[in-house]
């Protein structure tokens, strides 16, 4: 059973860094792809990047393009995503996503951006 824990989120002032976390303790990833989303009060989630299993391949919501970057380490089990340049309007929860012919989701991390 996948077991996705997110960690790395926290409150910073806009322009600022966060390095977002998902590790699992089950079975390797690193046949799934994996991928970032974030919900904000009231709205949909929505997605913000996604990798492939080897991590060769990456994709970008327009909305974070050039200022995220996700990554994977499946040596360590574990996805990452690093956030830069951080708005107010990327305050959210982010949620982990892990995929192959089953669907698993973290809890999620909540990421506070002040202006």
């Known amino acids: 059973q996948v077991h996705l824990v997110e960690s790395g989120g926290g409150l910073v002032q806009a322009g600022g860094s966060l390095r977002l976390s998902c590790a699992s303790s089950g079975p390797s990833l690193a046949t799934y792809a994996m991928a970032w989303f974030r919900q904000a009060p009231g709205r949909e989630r929505e997605f913000v990047s996604a990798?492939?299993?080897?991590?060769?391949?990456?994709v970008y919501a327009d909305s974070v393009k050039g200022r995220f970057t996700i990554s994977r380490d499946n040596s360590k089990n574990t996805l990452y995503l690093q956030m830069n340049s951080l708005k107010p309007e990327d305050t959210a929860a982010y949620f982990c996503?892990?995929?192959?012919?089953?669907?698993?989701w973290g809890q999620g991390t909540q990421v506070t951006v002040s202006s």
């Open positions: 996503f892990a995929t192959t012919t089953r669907n698993y």
């Open positions: 990798i492939s299993q080897a991590g060769g391949s990456t």
